[in-house]
């Protein structure tokens, strides 16, 4: 919008349009331009809360009076003791010692925050190909138009790292221990052509396996490296560090916290069940309208309550495949039966989209007990609504929106949507970077994430004591475990793949295939589930 009212694109020469929009974009680089553009967007946000203007979808979103209140609480894990194979990239091999060194150092700068936790180095750092084979090529790859061999490369180094991975979930059971891998990256998202397009692919096979696996790019690994930091520099280290010891522990960590202000139970026991769609596939050709299949991959968390502490664990991860076996969905769906009937068990079962097309539905539908399961759950649906917030002080902590004033939201961005009734929103903290600050002022540009149910508007006035209780509590203690930073407490959950999909083509029989990788990930991964290890 900006671009056209500066009248960029008022040629009709295509070369020179795109030259002036290249230009336009390195802009950002010149401070001078970021005041200019920042001046203008305050004006804008200032005629849109008047109401002078009803074009964008962005808006103000203010700090109500606090209802219940979450401590940051502790994490813990089953072992004391972790043990990190090293694997490095092509260019790191002079920087392994330093690095070695400076993580042993780190390790004892933010003994507070990491308490007993034992790290131990393997002894020989590898190569990064011995648990992702071609990584130089898979580099090189034109992953907006990946040929036949490029997706065969492709999906080989996938299952390769998978097995890996999944060795080292059973070393790590067979010896009731943790193990786990660094993965040293050259290279960095903040740099010209940085980062590898291809790695969410490779951090989902970590995800779901739940293994301790953390890559490090070269602006952490040079931080780390400094075997004798200065005073100054001990603060940033310690940051670095915990973020990172949070994120390694993946499934194998657990959060103990306090609370108050919420109405629950004295002892409840909250499953937790989110719901994580594979992008559509298979349209069918006769029918244009017809909606894409998908895989489900289910996460589910275990949410205990004892008084005013609470604990937050993984249960357990299972993915369903479309047309796949019935056993598969009757087993998930006896697990459900067989919880219901404790006095002490609620549900709350959180898909991203409509409820109705949820798998979820049918299976809690198809239960002889759905009466029962239904008087014991929440139904939630998960969405995103972007938003712009600009904050005068750095320490503004994250905020919960209630239905009335989403209401009011929504009407002010002209969103019509009727479906549902009863819906919060969370809004995650500011960032204290210095990049994101200009002017002397920080900035931060997010997505509210929305969390909606069907049903009366629970407001905090409302008699509805429960209910309202357990969906604001079942939420913001998830996102709390969620989070990887000791200093922003909510994180956004990864409830959908909405980054940009990338599709395989495979030939076979004088034919291609076009298929989305995510999808063909989830049935990788379900396979290699029924593979026995072998350790």
Known sequence: MYALGKGLYNTEDEKVAEQKFLEFLKKWENEE??????????????????????????????????????????????????????FYEKGLEGKLKDFEKGFKNALRLAKNF?????????????????IIPNLEKLKRLDLDNLKHEDSLDLLFSLI???????????????????????????????????????????????????????????????????????????????????????????????????F??????????????????????????????????????????????????????????????????????????????????????????????????????????QSQEREKIKQKSLFVEYSELPTAYISERAEEDCFVIYTTEFERLKERLKIKDDRLSTAIAIKPASVKKEDFKLDGEHFYHSALQVFSIKGPGWEREEVYSEK??????????????ESESFITPYSKLDLWQKKKTVYLNIRRNNWEYKMPLNTVLYEMLYLLGKVPDDV
Not at 116 to 124: G, Y
């Open 33 to 86: 331009f970021l005041k200019e553009l920042r001046k203008d967007w305050k004006e804008t946000l200032k005629k849109l809360l008047k109401g002078e203007r009803d074009d964008l979808l962005a808006t103000f979103v203010k700090k109500d009076q606090q209802e219940g209140r979450l401590t940051y609480g502790t994490f813990f894990a089953p072992s004391r003791k972790i043990k990190l194979h090293i």
């Open 114 to 130: 990491v308490g007993n936790a034992e790290i131990e180095l393997a002894k020989e750092p590898r190569p990064i190909e011995d």
């Open 468 to 481: 309202k209780n357990l969906f604001l509590f079942s939420v913001l203690s998830l996102s709390l475990y």
């Open 160 to 258: 390769y790292f998978a097995c890996r991975i999944k060795n080292l979930k059973a070393i790590a059971e067979k010896e009731k221990s943790l193990v786990g891998a660094l993965l040293l990256l050259n290279t960095d998202v903040r740099e010209a052509n940085g980062g590898y397009g291809f790695w969410d692919y490779f951090s989902f096979v970590y995800d779901f396996f739940g293994v301790p696996v953390q890559t490090l790019n070269k602006q952490t690994i040079e931080v780390l490296s400094n075997p004798n930091p200065k005073k100054d520099e001990i603060k940033h280290i310690n940051s670095v560090f915990k973020n990172l010891f949070i994120s390694l522990l993946k499934d194998y960590k657990g959060l103990s916290f306090e």
């Open 260 to 365: 108050e202000g919420f109405e629950l139970p004295p002892r409840l026991n909250i499953y937790l069940i989110l719901e994580k769609p594979s992008t559509g596939f298979c349209y069918q050709r006769s029918n244009p309208d017809a909606k894409p299949y998908r895989h489900f991959l289910y996460e589910i968390y275990s949410l205990k309550v004892e008084g005013n502490k609470a604990e937050v664990e993984v249960e357990d991860k299972t993915i369903l495949l479309t047309g796949g076996l019935d056993s598969e969905r009757d087993r998930l769906r006896r697990w459900i039966e067989d919880k219901v009937y404790s006095e002490n068990v609620r549900f709350c079962f959180i898909t991203a989209g409509k409820w109705e097309d949820s798998y979820l539905e049918e299976i809690v539908a």
